[in-house]
């Protein structure tokens, strides 16, 4: 920018600094209109006690209220109608700007899914627990699937846990294979959300709900 | 000796006993619950793995999620660390029915440790004196009629204990009344039993602890005594080795009678003996820790042994590998628990992110904290932020080096104990090496503090 070459200034200069608040208005926009309602649904639907994201400098953490729901099956189960309850929502600066790919690498390889998952409608259902991934066996890429509908298990030491689709939408790709230990929290397929008019139209509450079943 | 140990806990512990598992060449995974995904623990080791969310209920405490981990990841151990399971003979014995090994004592010397008053029975049978006390207490006119036997003051004790909760000191009948149900309900909730028994309360007394260790085989040894005298609520605050309430022979005697005793009652692996020394100088077995205590740097700078590595030794099924002989504790050493707390603010956790962080160096010093600039303290947890130890030739020196230190340590955006160490430290009571429990919580630590910026 020649501009600004002419400018003897050492620090940053007005241009800079309108500039980054601009970028800073923008991403507090970005966060309230697409990543915090699907950062909402998914804390909801997952039974996690606390999500972060971290994006272009920006962190977003939404920690469910103590006493709220823990149990993960029901909290799955009622993703849909639980939106409101969860309190809590800090979006704040993560330690300055230019620094999130610092911050990135030395975070454990979920994040970078986390991130992308935060965008609408790219979400996932997510390990219940840790042990041994087993998908439904008819689950199949395309198929609709409602919130808190079961689309496999984890076995726990020969006891199942199920993974339940923490929001309506159709499946998405597979994120780790039959058979794979996975942890607690691990995404397992993605949750891929449908055109609206396919589902939200008037046929879409005769249609029939898949359950259980492997 | 093991190919891969699950570490099922948190904090500093969690990274001792990663450093531990580096040096004897063995492999290791951290399990961590959602909220220390960020942990140092987490971060620095070649493999962790999420066991569950913040609440530990859910993940630090959820039996099937710990060895459920231990097997996805090929572990053929866990390390308890302290607190959570650290002492669960249930969790121990399905560790073993899932064919990995339980880093403590076997289940059935947990089993047989379980409960304290059964334990003070049993050592009290191998030649270890004991404070006068009850059985377990069937109601409150039990309660009662059991004070009048011993005598007040009197302590209401939780049989499962441990932390001071439930815990109350009652001075008449009528304080009994009252504090019996509390400590009823209180125990129930911290520990799941309601169990609870009555013993003297001894004025002016001395927290020293002896530290053992027994291999398989029945080799046994002791490695000295802890003395933790500077308590607020129960709560151990400041130790120090040796201790300075102790001559050289009466020290010796303590810690052999305690050896004596716990080997002939079928102890296995670490373990600490609790005492309670008078004024006079007599010691009164008050209860067993059969894990890593907090506290056990102190006794690592003096003799210099790993303990945790001996611990997951002994585990493993080794040899001690070293006799009573082979133990000679050097000089002295000093443990500050660092504290997300505010001393002026009746110790309230305080949680945060840390801003700077600088840690102290020198001759004889040593920090075990999972701190790191820019780490934000989950707020579900103790509010142990770290140990700063020292040891020195003797003890003056070791204060001197303890105050140097904590000057030095620097703990930016939490609010800490390290003042109210500094004071202490400044403290002529300290200094002369007079500290007892109940000094802390009688002169209040505000006054400390306030005392020490003079």
């Given at each position: 920018?020649?501009?600004?070459?002419?400018?003897?200034?050492?620090?940053?200069?007005?241009?800079?600094?309108?500039?980054?608040?601009?970028?800073?208005?923008?991403?507090?926009?970005?966060?309230?209109?697409?990543?915090?309602?699907?950062?909402?649904?998914?804390?909801?639907?997952?039974?996690?006690?606390?999500?972060?994201?971290?994006?272009?400098?920006?962190?977003?953490?939404?920690?469910?209220?103590?006493?709220?729901?823990?149990?993960?099956?029901?909290?799955?189960?009622?993703?849909?109608?639980?939106?409101?309850?969860?309190?809590?929502?800090?979006?704040?600066?993560?330690?300055?700007?230019?620094?999130?790919?610092?911050?990135?690498?030395?975070?454990?390889?979920?994040?970078?899914?986390?991130?992308?998952?935060?965008?609408?409608?790219?979400?996932?259902?997510?390990?219940?627990?840790?042990?041994?991934?087993?998908?439904?066996?008819?689950?199949?890429?395309?198929?609709?699937?409602?919130?808190?509908?079961?689309?496999?298990?984890?076995?726990?030491?020969?006891?199942?846990?199920?993974?339940?689709?923490?929001?309506?939408?159709?499946?998405?790709?597979?994120?780790?294979?039959?058979?794979?230990?996975?942890?607690?929290?691990?995404?397992?397929?993605?949750?891929?959300?449908?055109?609206?008019?396919?589902?939200?139209?008037?046929?879409?509450?005769?249609?029939?709900?898949?359950?259980?079943?492997? | 000796?093991?190919?891969?140990?699950?570490?099922?806990?948190?904090?500093?512990?969690?990274?001792?006993?990663?450093?531990?598992?580096?040096?004897?060449?063995?492999?290791?995974?951290?399990?961590?619950?959602?909220?220390?995904?960020?942990?140092?623990?987490?971060?620095?080791?070649?493999?962790?793995?999420?066991?569950?969310?913040?609440?530990?209920?859910?993940?630090?405490?959820?039996?099937?999620?710990?060895?459920?981990?231990?097997?996805?990841?090929?572990?053929?151990?866990?390390?308890?660390?302290?607190?959570?399971?650290?002492?669960?003979?249930?969790?121990?014995?399905?560790?073993?029915?899932?064919?990995?090994?339980?880093?403590?004592?076997?289940?059935?010397?947990?089993?047989?440790?379980?409960s304290?008053e059964?334990?003070?029975?049993?050592?009290?049978?191998?030649?270890?004196?004991?404070?006068?006390?009850?059985?377990m207490l069937?109601?409150?006119?039990?309660?009662?009629?059991?004070?009048?036997?011993?005598?007040?003051?009197?302590?209401?004790?939780p049989s499962a204990?441990?932390?001071?909760?439930?815990?109350?000191?009652?001075?008449?009948?009528?304080?009994?009344?009252?504090?019996?149900?509390?400590?009823r309900?209180?125990a129930?909730?911290?520990?799941?039993d309601d169990a609870l028994y009555?013993?003297?309360?001894?004025?002016?007394?001395?927290?020293?602890?002896?530290?053992?260790?027994?291999?398989?085989?029945?080799?046994?040894?002791?490695?000295?005594?802890?003395?933790?005298?500077?308590?607020?609520?129960?709560?151990?605050?400041?130790?120090?080795?040796?201790?300075?309430?102790?001559?050289?022979?009466?020290?010796?005697?303590?810690?052999?009678?305690?050896?004596?005793?716990?080997?002939?009652?079928?102890?296995?692996?670490?373990?600490?003996?609790?005492?309670?020394?008078?004024?006079?100088?007599?010691?009164?077995?008050?209860?067993?820790?059969?894990?890593?205590?907090?506290?056990?740097?102190?006794?690592?700078?003096?003799?210099?042994?790993?303990?945790?590595?001996?611990?997951?030794?002994?585990?493993?099924?080794?040899?001690?590998?070293?006799?009573?002989?082979?133990?000679?504790?050097?000089?002295?050493?000093?443990?500050?628990?660092?504290?997300?707390?505010?001393?002026?603010?009746?110790?309230?956790?305080?949680?945060?992110?840390?801003?700077?962080?600088?840690?102290?160096?020198?001759?004889?010093?040593?920090?075990?904290?999972?701190?790191?600039?820019?780490?934000?303290?989950?707020?579900?947890?103790?509010?142990?932020?770290?140990?700063?130890?020292?040891?020195?030739?003797?003890?003056?020196?070791?204060?001197?080096?303890?105050?140097?230190?904590?000057?030095?340590?620097?703990?930016?955006?939490?609010?800490?104990?390290?003042?109210?160490?500094?004071?202490?430290?400044?403290?002529?009571?300290?200094?002369?090496?007079?500290?007892?429990?109940?000094?802390?919580?009688?002169?209040?630590?505000?006054?400390?503090?306030?005392?020490?910026?003079?």
């Amino acid at each position: 920018m020649p501009a600004h070459q002419q400018v003897p200034a050492v620090g940053p200069t007005d241009a800079d600094q309108a500039l980054r608040v601009q970028r800073d208005h923008e991403a507090i926009g970005r966060l309230a209109d697409d990543l915090l309602p699907a950062l909402i649904a998914k804390l909801a639907a997952s039974g996690l006690g606390e999500i972060e994201v971290r994006e272009s400098g920006w962190k977003a953490r939404l920690r469910k209220p103590a006493g709220a729901e823990d149990g993960r099956r029901s909290a799955a189960r009622g993703a849909a109608e639980s939106h409101a309850g969860h309190g809590l929502v800090s979006v704040r600066p993560a330690g300055g700007h230019g620094r999130v790919t610092e911050d990135r690498d030395r975070r454990p390889r979920e994040d970078d899914e986390e991130a992308s998952e935060a965008e609408p409608g790219r979400v996932s259902a997510t390990s219940p627990a840790v042990g041994v991934y087993h998908p439904r066996r008819d689950l199949a890429v395309g198929m609709p699937v409602r919130a808190g509908d079961r689309i496999g298990w984890v076995d726990v030491l020969g006891v199942q846990q199920d993974v339940a689709a923490p929001v309506d939408g159709l499946i998405g790709s597979s994120l780790a294979e039959a058979g794979e230990a996975v942890e607690y929290g691990q995404e397992l397929v993605r949750i891929e959300s449908p055109a609206s008019d396919e589902f939200d139209g008037p046929g879409a509450a005769r249609r029939p709900t898949v359950l259980g079943n492997a | 000796m093991f190919t891969k140990v699950l570490i099922a806990n948190r904090g500093e512990i969690a990274l001792r006993i990663l450093r531990a598992c580096r040096t004897l060449g063995v492999g290791a995974v951290v399990a961590y619950s959602e909220a220390d995904r960020e942990g140092l623990a987490a971060q620095l080791a070649d493999e962790a793995i999420c066991i569950g969310p913040a609440d530990s209920k859910h993940s630090y405490l959820l039996a099937p999620a710990i060895i459920s981990a231990a097997i996805v990841t090929g572990c053929d151990a866990i390390h308890p660390g302290y607190g959570f399971l650290a002492e669960d003979q249930g969790f121990a014995e399905v560790v073993r029915a899932h064919d990995l090994t339980f880093i403590g004592p076997p289940a059935e010397v947990l089993e047989r440790f379980a409960s304290k008053e059964a334990t003070r029975r049993l050592l009290g049978s191998h030649g270890l004196s004991t404070i006068p006390g009850s059985g377990m207490l069937r109601d409150e006119a039990h309660a009662l009629e059991e004070a009048e036997r011993i005598g007040y003051p009197a302590m209401i004790k939780p049989s499962a204990g441990g932390g001071g909760k439930g815990m109350r000191l009652v001075r008449t009948p009528r304080e009994l009344e009252s504090a019996f149900k509390v400590s009823r309900s209180e125990a129930k909730a911290a520990f799941g039993d309601d169990a609870l028994y009555l013993e003297k309360y001894l004025d002016e007394t001395r927290h020293i602890e002896i530290q053992v260790a027994v291999d398989r085989f029945g080799s046994a040894v002791h490695l000295g005594e802890r003395d933790c005298s500077v308590q607020r609520r129960h709560q151990k605050v400041i130790e120090e080795t040796p201790s300075p309430a102790l001559s050289d022979a009466s020290r010796k005697e303590l810690a052999e009678l305690a050896l004596r005793a716990i080997a002939a009652a079928g102890y296995e692996n670490l373990g600490t003996l609790e005492f309670l020394v008078d004024s006079k100088g007599d010691a009164y077995f008050i209860e067993i820790n059969c894990r890593v205590q907090v506290e056990h740097p102190i006794t690592e700078m003096c003799t210099g042994i790993d303990l945790v590595a001996l611990q997951i030794r002994i585990a493993a099924g080794e040899p001690l590998g070293l006799t009573q002989a082979d133990v000679v504790s050097r000089g002295h050493a000093i443990e500050f628990r660092i504290l997300a707390e505010d001393p002026t603010k009746d110790f309230r956790p305080q949680g945060g992110q840390v801003g700077a962080y600088l840690v102290p160096g020198g001759p004889g010093i040593r920090m075990d904290s999972h701190l790191y600039p820019g780490y934000e303290i989950p707020s579900y947890y103790d509010s142990l932020l770290g140990k700063l130890s020292v040891w020195a030739p003797d003890r003056t020196q070791a204060i001197a080096r303890g105050d140097a230190a904590l000057r030095e340590l620097l703990v930016d955006g939490v609010t800490t104990n390290i003042e109210l160490h500094r004071a202490i430290l400044a403290n002529q009571v300290f200094i002369d090496g007079k500290v007892t429990t109940d000094l802390l919580d009688r002169v209040g630590s505000a006054p400390f503090v306030a005392a020490g910026n003079r």
